[in-house]
């Protein structure tokens, strides 16, 4: 099992400029979640997703949108990319039988 | 007032001593806490649940305070391995919700040979 996996592991991106960071797992988990960490503070909730075709914000959604069409896959798009998301992106599952939740490696992604 | 307040550190310690990190929450509802030990530049792995009783995994001992709202950590015999950023973790909403977590800052420990 790979586990949580991420693409890209890293990306430079243009102010106003588009991408969308992918989140896969195989461990079949119904809860997913994107987070983004920048220092001196915690990780903070963008957006998160209790099973396939639903979503739901989080503490810092302005910015991003994301989508679950598939169980294992849930993406996060930056339609028009500010500095201010400069950071690094984390993705994570769990079960919503357990409190675990699982991370992925993260995405750097820079916007200058 | 932020809703995991953590000491950044860093926490620069000798290898076999005994180092101890605290963490305070501001919601008396809350449920459900853990930490989380994030290596530099790698993803957060759980390390730990925090229980009202106390627990202990080997050389790791948590605490939680539900009257004083603050959770520690205990790491005896510290070993160069245990260097990295430890995360405090709180679910507010207890086991049945969506599962959102609430995380500090983190503590970074630094244990030198």
């Known amino acids: 099992n790979a586990g949580v996996t991420q693409t890209p592991k890293f990306r430079v991106l243009k102010t106003g400029q588009s991408m969308t960071l992918l989140c896969a797992q195989d461990?079949?988990?119904?809860?997913m979640y994107w987070y983004r960490q920048d220092p001196g503070m915690g990780l903070r909730l963008i957006h998160y997703?209790?099973?396939?075709?639903?979503?739901a914000k989080g503490e810092v959604p302005d910015g991003y949108n994301v989508s679950r069409l598939k169980k294992q896959n849930f993406l996060l798009g930056l339609e028009s990319a500010a500095p201010s998301q400069t950071s690094v992106y984390f993705c994570?599952?769990?079960?919503?039988?357990?409190?675990?939740?699982?991370f992925g490696p993260g995405t750097r992604l820079t916007v200058t | 007032r932020k809703e995991v307040e953590q000491d950044p550190g860093p926490f620069n310690v000798p290898e076999g001593a005994t180092v101890a990190f605290n963490c305070t929450y501001s919601?008396?509802?809350?449920?459900?806490f853990f930490w989380y030990r994030q290596d530099c530049r790698k993803e957060p792995k759980l390390l730990m649940s925090?229980?009202?009783s106390g627990n202990e995994d080997g050389r790791f001992t948590a605490q939680l305070n539900r009257a004083s709202q603050y959770i520690s950590l205990l790491i005896r015999d510290s070993k160069l391995s245990d260097s990295a950023t430890y995360l405090c973790?709180?679910?507010?909403?207890?086991?049945?919700?969506?599962?959102?977590?609430?995380f500090g800052q983190g503590t970074t420990l630094q244990v030198k040979p």
């Open positions: 994570a599952s769990r079960t919503p039988l357990r409190q675990e939740q699982y």
């Open positions: 461990m079949n988990h119904e809860y």
């Open positions: 997703s209790v099973g396939e075709g639903t979503t």
């Open positions: 919601n008396s509802a809350s449920q459900s």
């Open positions: 925090v229980y009202s």
């Open positions: 973790v709180v679910n507010p909403y207890g086991s049945g919700n969506t599962g959102k977590l609430i």
